[in-house]
């Protein structure tokens, strides 16, 4: 039992969550190692959304609404830690959701799908074709998903197919805390920012959007390195800080 008073609840929370996810068959081991590595990030930005992050999400969402095919690509942590979020982002923006796995099986593709079913998302299914120039299982993917879309949200992301998913023309969008990693160096648009802090922004974002649609799409191209030296100098101005 974890008591709320502690100064580290939450996080100790999220991680009790990822291990009974592991149990459950949602999350690998190896998705426990890359959330704490992302957890490790989130220390040196302060554990809060810089106004560099809020920025890219109100981006982010402008991106999504004016693309015509947009689809949010989900693994194992990002249905462990916000199935609730894309559910919402989904009914705000209209996206597809498909599920996208690197250490893919059958049964855990029906595991998150049913998990992510039971928290209101509208998933994907069929038979996935690979479609994706990778040598790994992140390259099956639908055909009316991942492969027909113009746009892609893919948080927690390995950067071979963020890499692979920009050669063939595709905007992407990630949520990425390491704003030193290949994902975030290569996507269309990097938030560099925690899962369940930036897609609720994007969510409303979105929903501003829908409430005063002629707001208009963002001017292409996107400066992400700007968002990325953003998110760099924020962790140097926070260490100089704590160094004082």
Do not use: W
């Not at 991942?146 to 071979?160: N, Q, T, W, Y």
């Not at 969008?173 to 899962?195: G, M, Y």
């Not at 930036?198 to 501003?208: F, G």
């Amino acid at each position: 039992m974890i008591p709320e008073s502690h100064p580290r609840y939450r996080s100790l929370v999220v991680r009790e969550h990822l291990v009974a996810m592991v149990c459950k068959g949602i999350v690998t081991h190896e998705g426990l190692i890359a959330h704490g590595r992302g957890e490790a990030f989130d220390y040196l930005l302060g554990e809060v959304s810089t106004e560099s992050a809020i920025a890219a999400c109100r981006l982010a969402a402008r991106m999504i609404c004016s693309a015509e095919r947009p689809v949010i690509s989900v693994n194992g942590n990002t249905a462990a830690l916000a199935a609730d979020e894309v559910a919402a982002l989904q009914a705000a923006s209209g996206a597809r959701v498909e599920v996208n796995l690197f250490h893919r099986t059958d049964e855990r593709i029906r595991k998150i799908t049913a998990y992510l079913e039971s928290h209101g998302v509208d998933v994907l299914s069929g038979v996935p074709v690979r479609n994706i120039p990778l040598a790994h299982d992140r390259a099956l993917c639908l055909k009316e998903g991942i492969f027909s879309a113009d746009l892609i949200l893919v948080p927690l992301e390995d950067g071979d197919r963020c890499e692979a998913l920009c050669a063939m023309g595709k905007e992407v969008i990630t949520i990425d805390l390491n704003p030193l990693s290949r994902t975030a160096r290569t996507a269309t648009l990097t938030i560099v920012d925690e899962l369940t802090r930036a897609l609720p922004m994007i969510t409303n974002a979105c929903r501003e959007i829908n409430e005063c649609p002629e707001m208009l799409p963002p001017t292409r191209p996107i400066n992400n390195q700007y968002y990325l030296t953003a998110a760099l100098n924020a962790i140097q101005e926070r260490l100089c800080n704590a160094m004082d």
